[in-house]
């Protein structure tokens, strides 16, 4: 659990990290977006931008977890997008995406700015050979953070 000096630092950060010149821009886009679409294909339409970000950065290299999370981490460390936290569990492998500058879509963007993520992940993983296996979003427990959750084959 996030202490509150801890959430108020991660607030200041959300706010701020994308440029100025860019937040206007993207909250009017985010309200267009919300007057032409619905939240589902708003969120088609985000994991599909997600998974076409994600083709210009083939992670055929990646042989283990390790592998991916280093991948993944220098990608989003080299454009400012947060990090991201790969935990294998019994029954599937969590991916916790945090520090986006989703935000700068604007709150009411929140139910669907984050397939954006959601449309890279899987197609990473499926690259790497995941398959069918679809990539679920959760609510994470951190207001920062996007969680993903890969579930293993019954």
Known sequence: MQDEHTATLLDYYTRHQTSVQWRGFLSALAEEFETQLDTSQLRMLMARIGAR??????????????DLASFLNAIWSELDW?????????????????????????ERAA????????????????????????????????????????????
């Open 111 to 154: 139910p669907w700015a984050s397939a954006f993520l959601e449309g890279a992940y899987q197609h990473w993983l499926h690259e790497l050979g995941a398959g069918s296996l679809a990539l679920q979003e959760y609510r994470s427990a951190n207001a920062h953070a996007c969680e993903f959750r890969l579930l293993k084959a019954a």
């Open 53 to 66: 970000f994600a083709a210009k950065y083939p992670a055929s290299e990646c042989a283990t977890l390790d």
């Open 82 to 106: 947060g990090f991201v936290r790969l935990v294998e569990r019994d029954d599937y492998l969590s991916l916790e995406h945090a520090c986006a500058p989703l935000a700068a879509f604007g």
